[in-house]
Nanobody
Framework: QVQLVESEGGLVQTGGSLRLSCAASGRTFSSYIMGWFRQAPGKERDFVAAVTWSGDNAYYADSVKGRFTISRDNAKNTVYLQMNSLKPEDTAVYYC??????????????????WGQGTQVTVSS
């Protein structure tokens, strides 16, 4: 069992930056692929980014590539999402997720077994 707790999101202006963090409980954090998803009002939950167990390989949705960076610190059981050059269309509830798999990354939300409670990110124009 893994429990995930995201940091507080926030309100930021277009072009600004924000870093989200997600702390995981348990001693097997390094056994999981960690991902970030987001859901805007009235829309489906979309893949944002994921990172393999070692942190050596990261994958991004095309919409955030070059602007967002996912990273993890296995010693701290924490995964991060650094978001730069934010746009109004990045406004959403952001969710941290864990997949019980070390290297095979999936962009499908149904592939992730554990989820955080979500945190609101709002980008004003």
């Amino acid at each position: 069992q893994v429990q995930l707790v995201e940091s507080e999101g926030g309100l930021v202006q277009t072009g600004g930056s924000l870093r989200l963090s997600c702390a995981a409980s348990g001693r097997t954090f390094s056994s999981y692929i960690m991902g970030w998803f987001r859901q805007a009002p009235g829309k489906e939950r979309d893949f944002v980014a994921a990172v393999t167990w070692s942190g050596d390989n990261a994958y991004y949705a095309d919409s955030v590539k070059g602007r967002f960076t996912i990273s993890r610190d296995n010693a701290k059981n924490t995964v991060y999402l650094q978001m730069n050059s934010l746009k109004p269309e990045d406004t959403a509830v952001y969710y941290c997720a864990a997949r019980r798999e070390r290297t095979f990354v999936s962009s499908q939300s149904r592939s992730y077994e554990y989820w955080g409670q979500g945190t609101q990110v709002t980008v004003s124009s």
